[in-house]
């Protein structure tokens, strides 16, 4: 049975940073493509940024070039999302998602982040 844990989320004020983890059990984690998104009320899902399986290549949104840094670790079949330099417009709820080739996608049950002074 696919699962997911995420965590970190939270309140923070605009400047911080928080760190995400996607935690995943139930298939075989080092061989998917792992991206965050993030939805926020009233707008469609939005791709935050993606990490090959090995870990090599990153992609990014621009919104979020040079604040957010995307990370794995294929030991503990963990995603993590960096996030620094926060903006009221980060806020969202973030999604990670376990995607590969010729197979179902599966989706984490979200973790809510709020950038507020």
């Known amino acids: 049975q696919v699962q997911f844990v995420e965590s970190g989320g939270g309140l923070v004020q605009p400047g911080g940073s928080l760190r995400l983890s996607c935690t995943a059990s139930?298939?075989?984690?080092?061989?998917?493509?792992m991206t965050w998104y993030r939805q926020a009320p009233g707008k469609e899902r939005e791709l935050v940024a993606s990490?090959?399986?090995?870990?090599?290549?990153?992609s990014y949104a621009d919104s979020v070039k040079g604040r957010f840094t995307i990370s794995r670790d294929n030991a503990k079949n963990t995603v993590y999302l960096q996030m620094n330099s926060l903006k009221p417009e980060d806020t969202a709820v973030y999604y990670c998602?376990?995607?590969?080739?010729?197979?179902?996608?599966?989706w984490g049950q979200g973790t809510q982040v709020t950038v507020s002074s």
């Open positions: 998602n376990a995607l590969r080739s010729g197979a179902t996608d599966y």
């Open positions: 139930g298939f075989t984690f080092s061989r998917y493509v």
């Open positions: 990490i090959s399986s090995p870990g090599n290549i990153r």
